[in-house]
């Protein structure tokens, strides 16, 4: 345990607790101080009560991953406040626990909406999108027309022939794919949970099974993506890659139009393409992902 974090943790475990309402939790009796007793959270975190006063005395030495998830568990820790103690006790976070996406919050949706000529959109771990704005539908891929089931970006960068020809090098960008969705996954802890996804591609695509034995590894954190759009021609867009606080399995991208000139010209795609469920317009025929 890092010098010195005995004591805050214990003071944060012994201030987390007094915060929980014991008859919430099922346990009665009258009280002389708020919230639960050592004991009542050692009995929910089923560790013993022994071991967990000692952890808010500073005394003990450094518990484990398991008891502190433990103790998460039975203070009803949220996930920050439970990478808190991870940080407290042993100097570091824990480990990631993936969790698939269902969805976005509706305030993260507002934000890509604000971006009017710049695409955004937000993938999963497995590089599922499940959020974009209108500038992605007109620039990129119209994915509210892509049944749910198949709004991946690697099935449709190694599946789609349309993709596939609008990618200025479509070898250059399909390594770098590999190379972050491989990273991406560890990073969120999803290894396991791609490993479906990885076989489905490798069976139906040569070029991605070719790229996923080379083991390589790529940042995906910025750069410069140019596309051939069925409206616009060639375009140059800069792209920057954001993590979502809280969501280690969300990912936000942002694509900039270079030129100030593309960019007037995605406001009026988006002004002749009409109020959000009208039919796609034929800039939306040739998706670029």
């Known amino acids: 345990m890092p010098a010195g974090s005995e004591t805050r943790l214990g003071t944060y475990l012994r201030d987390r607790r007094a ?6 939790l099922g346990f009665a009796g009258r009280r002389r101080t708020p919230g639960l007793r050592r004991e009542e959270v050692a009995q929910r975190a089923n560790i013993s009560a022994t071991w967990y006063t000692w952890l808010e005395q500073g005394r003990g030495g450094a518990p484990s991953a398991d008891v502190l998830n433990r103790i998460a568990t039975g ?12 940080m407290l ?3 570091r976070p824990p480990e990631v626990r993936y969790r698939p996406a269902a969805g976005i919050t509706p305030r993260l949706q507002r934000l890509l909406d604000t ?21 992605a539908a007109v620039v990129l891929t119209d994915w509210a027309t892509v049944p749910p089931g198949e709004r991946n970006i690697l099935r449709r960068m190694f599946g789609d022939p349309r993709v596939r020809a609008a990618q200025h090098d479509w070898e250059s960008v399909a390594r770098v794919v590999v190379g972050a969705f491989r990273a991406d996954a560890a990073r969120a802890g999803a290894v396991s949970e791609v490993g479906a996804l990885v076989d489905e591609l490798c069976r139906t695509s040569p070029d991605f099974a ?11 954190g910025d750069g410069v993506k140019r ?13 920057s890659a954001f993590a979502v606080d809280g969501r280690p399995d969300l990912g936000l991208i942002v694509y900039n ?3 100030e000139t593309i960019r007037d010209r995605i406001r009026t795609l988006l002004q ?5 469920g009208s039919p796609p317009g034929p800039f939306q025929t040739a998706p670029s992902s």
């Open 19 to 24: 915060k929980l309402d014991p008859a919430a």
């Open 75 to 86: 203070l009803m820790l949220t996930e920050p406040e439970r990478e808190h103690i991870f």
């Open 89 to 91: 006790a042993l100097g």
């Open 115 to 135: 971006l009017e000529t710049s695409p955004a959109l937000v993938k999963t771990a497995t590089w599922d999108v499940v959020a974009w704005n209108p500038a």
């Open 210 to 220: 070719a790229l996923w034995r080379e083991n390589d590894v790529h940042a995906h």
């Open 227 to 239: 596309l051939r759009h069925p409206v616009l021609g060639w375009i140059e867009l800069e792209y």
């Open 257 to 259: 139009p270079v030129a």
């Open 272 to 276: 002749d393409r009409g109020p959000p």
